[in-house]
């Protein structure tokens, strides 16, 4: 028995199919599905039932495979272990960051990180949050940078900074005469939203309190970004919802579109997210603390006039 063979009998659980699992392990279907047989006769037990599609472990099969998954952890923590002990910080790390968070969030640190740590391989692809929670719940990445709170102990949360929202408008809107905007004087139907999937799609109704968007315009569209978002309004009627770090990507003639909410402080709260087969901490605690040192200190701040805002 190797831990190799472990490995891939909990590949194929998450995947609930060999051939996948070894596309993931970077082995050929054959010499998984081997070492897999090679593991069940050593056991002497059938760990999954091949006649089901999706493949299925068998009822001795996920005592097997809970068994598995706690020897690999603890190798995984002896190993960093050994990298704390040696003061390294080494290895791959897979992090995901919502798309509405990665262009202005990433260019803070990752310069510098790459930088002081060229012994880290560190591999980032932008996630929708719902894609997200599927990947720590199942191991596939190491953590994650996005909006919270995801109301569940599985994952652990490390509070990064509180993000407020402002709102940006057309360049002829009448609101544009005001200091500050209530609630109450945004229209439904002027709003520009992300498609559905964008956690910012739904903290932006909640912001405006709305419990709907109406389609009474002639025009329909909803945007896959930010960027997107803000050119459709800046050539239509309208309005859209914008999270600071964005709005401080905007020009100087656009800053002037931008307006605070006169009776709260709208904001989301973004972190730093591991699951429950997080391992790597040398490197997620280096990437912590290097985001606090880089975030803007304002965005760091406390107010009583703050909402946090659920994502969903």
């Known amino acids: 028995m190797t831990l190799t063979q472990l490995n891939y009998i909990l590949a194929v659980q998450r995947c ?24 069940e006769e050593y056991l002497q037990l059938i760990i999954f039932d091949r006649s089901k599609n999706p493949i299925e472990p068998t009822a001795v099969g996920k005592k097997i495979l809970e068994t598995a998954h706690k020897i690999l952890s603890g190798s995984h923590e002896l190993e960093e272990l050994s990298k704390t002990l040696r003061g390294e910080v080494s290895g791959e790390f897979y992090l995901s960051v919502i798309p509405t968070l990665a262009p202005y969030v990433l260019p803070l640190f990752i310069g510098q990180f790459v930088k002081l740590y060229p012994q880290v391989d560190l591999k980032i692809y932008e996630t929708q949050t719902s894609e997200i929670v599927r990947q720590l719940r199942e191991g596939k990445i190491d953590g994650a940078i996005m909006a919270v709170p995801l109301e569940t102990s599985e994952f652990k949360e490390n509070h990064l900074f509180y993000e407020p929202f402002r709102i940006f408008f057309s360049p002829e809107h009448p609101l544009l005469k005001k200091k500050l905007v209530l609630d109450s004087d945004l229209n439904p139907d002027e709003a520009w939203l992300l498609k559905e999937g964008h956690c910012l799609r739904t903290q932006a109704l909640q912001v405006c309190q709305f419990k709907k968007t109406q389609k009474n315009r002639n025009l329909f569209f909803e945007a896959g970004s930010l ?26 003639q656009d800053q002037k579109l931008l307006r605070d909410f006169k009776s709260h402080l709208p904001v989301r709260d ?17 990437l912590i603390k290097m985001m606090r040192d880089n975030i803007p200190k304002h965005l760091q701040k406390n107010s009583s006039r703050m909402e946090v805002l659920p994502i969903n």
């Open 270 to 286: 973004v972190s730093f997210v591991t699951g429950p087969f997080a391992l790597k901490t040398s490197i997620e605690k280096v």
């Open 227 to 252: 960027e997107t978002l803000i050119n459709m309004v800046k050539t239509t009627q309208g309005f859209t919802i914008l999270p600071e770090l964005a709005c401080g990507q905007l020009s100087p």
């Open 16 to 39: 609930r199919n060999f051939a996948q699992a070894a596309r993931e392990c970077h082995v050929t279907q054959p010499t998984l599905s081997m070492q897999i047989q090679k593991l």
